[in-house]
C-alpha cells in the first residue's frame, strides 16, 4: 500500500513537472550569441594551437521543431611552435571566419531542457599569417601637462599572409536550458566545421556556449 501511494504520488509529481515544462510556444523569430573554444581536427592539430571563437545568429521557427539559422562565425588561433619551427618563422596565427545557411532541429522544443541537431553549407574565409615582433611608435597624451609625446610599444610585424574563401559544411548539436518562464535559453553546442580548401580540407571543432532567445 505505502508503494502504490509512493508510486502514484511521484508519477503526479512528474506529470505536474512535465505539463508545465511543456507550456511555452517558441517564438516565431529567433537569434543568439555566444563564445567559447576551437578545437583544431586532422592535419590542423600539428599546425595551429587550440583557439577561441564567437558566433551570432538570427533565424525563424517554422514549427516548433525545426527552424532555420543564419549564422557568422569567427574563430582565432595560434601557430604552433613546432609548425612555426619547422617553416622557420618566428611567430603566426590563424584566423577563419564564414557564414551558413542551418536548418535546427529541436527534439523538446517547448521543455526547460532540449537537445537539437544543427548543421547545413556555408562559405569560409581562412586566413594564415607570419609575424615578428617589432617595436611601434604611438603618440600619447600627458593630461596633466597637456602634451603629445611618442612612446615605443611592443607590436607584431606581418611578414607573410595567405588567404582563401572556399565553399563549406558544418554540422553538430548542442542542449539547451530554458531560464525560468520565458523564451530565453542558454545553450552549449559542439560544432565540426569542414572548409573545402585545395589538397586538404580545413576541418575544426568549435565548442560554444550562449543564449538564445
Do not use: C
Amino acid at each position: 500500500m505505502v508503494r502504490k501511494f509512493i508510486f502514484v504520488t511521484v508519477s503526479w509529481l512528474v506529470g505536474i513537472v512535465l505539463v508545465q515544462a511543456q507550456t511555452a510556444e517558441p517564438p516565431r523569430f529567433t537569434f543568439d550569441a555566444g563564445a567559447g573554444f576551437t578545437q583544431p581536427i586532422g592535419h590542423l592539430e600539428n599546425r595551429i594551437d587550440t583557439g577561441w571563437n564567437i558566433q551570432a545568429g538570427a533565424g525563424i521557427n517554422l514549427v516548433p521543431w525545426l527552424g532555420v539559422m543564419g549564422q557568422f562565425m569567427y574563430t582565432e588561433s595560434g601557430l604552433s611552435g613546432s609548425f612555426l619551427q619547422s617553416v622557420g618563422e618566428p611567430d603566426g596565427n590563424f584566423r577563419m571566419w564564414g557564414f551558413s545557411l542551418d536548418p535546427i532541429v529541436r527534439f523538446n522544443p517547448k521543455g526547460h531542457f532540449d537537445f537539437y541537431l544543427i548543421g547545413g553549407p556555408g562559405v569560409y574565409r581562412r586566413t594564415v599569417e607570419f609575424t615578428q615582433p617589432t617595436i611601434a611608435t604611438v603618440t600619447a597624451f600627458d593630461p596633466f601637462f597637456g602634451y603629445f609625446f611618442p612612446v615605443n610599444v611592443p607590436a607584431n610585424q606581418v611578414i607573410g599572409s595567405f588567404g582563401t574563401t572556399k565553399f563549406g559544411m558544418n554540422g553538430g548539436g548542442g542542449f539547451t536550458v530554458r531560464l525560468g518562464n520565458s523564451n530565453a535559453k542558454l545553450f552549449a553546442e559542439a560544432r565540426y566545421i569542414k572548409m573545402y580548401t585545395r589538397g586538404t580540407s580545413t576541418s575544426i571543432l568549435p565548442v560554444t556556449f550562449g543564449i538564445r532567445y
